[in-house]
């Protein structure tokens, strides 16, 4: 969802530096961008390994998402030619979203933007016990869909996201974009920086 079909990373990194910062923890966008596709749970784990605070995780995801309620509900954009993009699969492919974001949140920005009529299953990260990099979500929503894992494509813009993608056995399309310039996008299968791409990328399968 965020960074694929949401323009939300750089929403993302702010909410979070703003609530590390709420917690005492130095936080900067250079430090929560190292944790892009990881479940917000284990980036609060770790972040408190590495400061050496005793941070609680239900607390921080809940100040979390207050500030991103606000980004889903008033201002996250779609990522450039996406609705096109997803016009063009919708009646071609079982489509499915997985997201680490919580159900509730999700939602917020989902049905402000009209998007959920385009996906036959959903997997949020309440759904799931393992965030990316383990493929849980993905084989999830595959068996939600009734689709061999083998069969599915996945588009993602992490390098955990990547490699949750190959464990799954899926092929992987990678998103470039200036949000993600700089990680290794070596696990991926294709990478496109217009999201117009994927429907040809698929067609050249069939």
Known sequence: ???????????????????????????????????????????????????????????????????????????????????ETLDKLNPLYALGLATMKDEKVANLALQRLKLTAYFRAFTFADDVKNGKPNPEAFLRTA?????????????????????????AGMLVIARRADHNGGIDFSPADSIVEDVREIPKILASLA
């Open 143 to 167: 068996k939600l869909l009734n689709i061999d894992p083998k069969r599915c494509a996945v588009v993602e813009d992490s390098n955990p996201g990547f490699i949750a993608g190959k464990a």
């Open 1 to 83: 969802m965020d960074g694929v079909i949401l323009d939300s990373e750089h929403s993302i990194r702010e909410a979070e530096v703003d609530t590390f910062k709420k917690f005492g923890i130095p936080a900067t966008t250079e430090l929560v961008s190292q944790y892009t596709g990881i479940r917000f749970d284990d980036e609060v784990k770790d972040i408190g390994r590495r400061f050496g605070a005793n941070l609680s995780v239900e607390e921080v995801r809940l100040v979390q998402d207050q500030s991103m309620e606000y980004y889903y509900r008033k201002i996250v954009p779609l990522v450039p030619h996406i609705r």
